[in-house]
């Protein structure tokens, strides 16, 4: 079976502010194949070992990290999931709208974002906790 090369991905800008990347394809031939930057409070790696090879065992260590936002990322595993991104709270300023399908991802670092299925669909969601969904999040009408 064929993979590319590394993993296939774009940037989601937003009146300058980098918002998303949105990662099509999750597969490389790499041993490692980290698509954020070192900065980014949330970290995204693909891994291509051959058979035999392993990854030392290792523990993280403590670090005290300040965090303002939360970070999500969503993989789709089955049918379509359509990503909208807003330039403001207003559903006419609808800035960017991107397809996931099964096997795709995106790593929201901030912004105004929604989600639709127009298929049913199967993905998973991973965020930094404690997350309380009454004082962390604002709910628009849209």
């Known amino acids: ?13 937003i ?4 918002v998303a990347q949105v990662i099509e394809n999750t597969l490389t031939n790499r041993r490692h194949d980290f698509i954020t930057s070192e900065e980014k409070n949330f ?10 090879e392993s990854i030392r065992s ?13 970070t999500e990322f969503i993989f789709v595993q089955v049918g379509v999931l359509t990503v909208y991104f807003y330039g403001s709270n207003n559903i006419e ?16 670092f901030s912004g105004i974002h929604g989600f639709s299925a127009h298929t049913d669909c199967r993905f ?18 849209f």
Do not use: Y
């Not at 290792?58 to 939360?70: A, G, P, V």
């Open 93 to 108: 300023d609808l800035r960017e709208t991107v397809n996931l399908g099964p096997g795709s991802a995106v790593i929201i």
């Open 1 to 13: 079976m064929n993979f590319p090369e590394s993993v296939i991905h774009r940037d989601i800008i």
């Open 43 to 52: 970290q995204f790696g693909s891994f291509f070992l051959s058979e035999g």
């Open 58 to 70: 290792h523990q993280h260590l403590e670090n005290q990290r300040s965090l303002k936002t939360t």
């Open 15 to 18: 009146d300058g502010e980098h």
């Open 124 to 141: 998973f969601e991973v965020k930094q906790g404690p997350f309380n969904d009454k004082t962390d999040k604002i709910k628009l009408n």
